[in-house]
Structures are given as C-alpha cells and as structure tokens.
C-alpha cells in the first residue's frame, strides 16, 4: 500500500524564447513526483511514455522514485514559443501518449491517487470510479480543459464532469480554471459548485494572490509567501499538490496542509527546474515567513 500514487504523462518539452531553445521533461507526474520525494512518503507514479524516452523515467527512479510505466506509442510532446515578454506564449502539442488504462492499475493500492492529465483524453471517467472504489482520488482539473485541434491547444469544456466529479475527494484549479469549469463569476460560488457536484475538499491557487480550500462549509485563506528570487515558476501547482497531500495523509489540518503547501511552491520558485529541497527546508522557510 503505498501513500500517494500519481497517475500522469512525463512530456517531453521543447522551449523555445528568444535567446535558447532547451529540451526538458515536464508535466504534473514529473513535478509532482520530484516534490513528493524529498518528502517522508511512501510514492508511485504511474506513467506512459514511449521507449524513447525512458531516459525521463532513469532519471527519476536514480533519485530514489519508484515508477511504473505503462507503454505508449508516443510521449507527450509539448513546444511552448516565447516572445519577448514571457506572457506572450505560443503552445503546440506535436505528439500525445496513449492513455491510461484500468488493467495495469489492478494490483496498484493507495491511499490517494493524485490525477494530472494533461489533455482531456489522458484519463477515463471510468479510470476515475475504478480508482475511488479503492481509496481516495484527488484531481488537477487542467488537462480536462484543453483539446488538441491541428496541433494547437483549445480551452473547453470537460463535457463529462458532473459524472466524473462526483468520485473525487480533492479538486485543484486555478481562478481561471475554476471558472471555466464551473462558469461562476466568484471563487466562493465556484467552489460552492464544485461541493454540490460531490468534491469534498477544493483547492484554488492563485499565484502571488495565495490560495484558498473549501471545505463542508468552510473557506480557507493561505496565504502566498515571497520567495527571496523567482527564478522558475514553472510546476509550482504540482509541487503544491504535494505539498499538501503529503501533509494530509500525515494527518495535519487543512490550514496547516494549505500552508506547507504554499511554502514549498514559494521555495520551489526560488530555483529552476523541480523542488530538489528537503522537508527541513521547508519547514525552515515556512517559519521564517510566518515570524
């Protein structure tokens, strides 16, 4: 039985701005799973990738990281172009994994299952009701709202979500997200939804506004703490995730899960690539910021 198990696609990530082009791995199962093994936690991640790209896979499971690989034709190939000011972004997906399917998940046990698709046909409904017969399920809505069309990346709708969400015990969106899934003007009648669809605990972040959890009536405020430099933003949702579950299943209150969270997104930011710190470090961090 192992604590947490991340079920996502490793993409392989081409970025190109004005100075560079750098290839890299990337995608929630690659944060994530960077963050929760720094942690003190018993962790699988469950991904799919072709065989060229396993040196993605080596590399994780040479820090300790213990990975279970569907096969796939493809790896996810994302190309993110950069202008000049970094806002302005140009994303094309040039190839897509195979999806995840429930047979090699049967002997896998867990007692959460954190979900990062990347794009809305990563993940089944059906993966979603198998996996919450077993245990609980804790979702990152982004992949269910964007479709490949021509190579481009499409916002929609996730047709199947009040099916789908009425399975999951954790939701993670950001504002923008939340809207576009629920449609609500307002975090507070957005998470509201989200409740009356079944989720029991809603996570929305909010970059350097904080972030906060809805829970059986209650809201939670975070708040976002400064790091000393942002050098990379990049996976501070995932690293976020695992920061707060990890502190869930050690049995700490959402505040203070909401808050390590926070804390270890803040410090992931102050270096590039993934969270390579340890939990000291966080805790170190956390109470510097709170004093």
Known sequence: MFDICCIGHI?????????????????????FSCAVSKLDVNYLLVTALAPAEMQYV?????????????????????ENIYAENQDQRTQNVLAKADSFDIEPLQNVNAQIFHLGPLLADDISTELIKYLAAKSRVSLD????????????????DWPGKKEALQYVTIVKADVAELQALTGCATTEQGVRLLADWGVKEVVVTNGSGGSVIYSEGVFYTIP???PQIVADATGCGDTYMAGYLYQR??????????????????LKMENPGPFMGTGEDVINFWNERKA
């Open 224 to 226: 976002a703490y400064r």
């Open 249 to 266: 299943i050690k049995g700490a209150d959402i505040q203070q899960s909401g808050e390590f969270a926070a804390a270890i997104a803040s």
């Open 141 to 156: 809505v982004q992949g269910y709202l964007r479709k490949v069309v021509n190579k481009k990346v499409h916002a929609v």
């Open 58 to 78: 080596a590399d994780l499971r040479s820090k300790g990281i213990e990975v279970q690989v569907q096969p796939s034709a493809h790896t996810v190939y994302f």
């Open 11 to 31: 993409t392989s990530d081409k970025v190109v701005n004005t100075k560079a082009t750098l290839h890299m791995a990337g995608g929630t199962a690659f944060y």
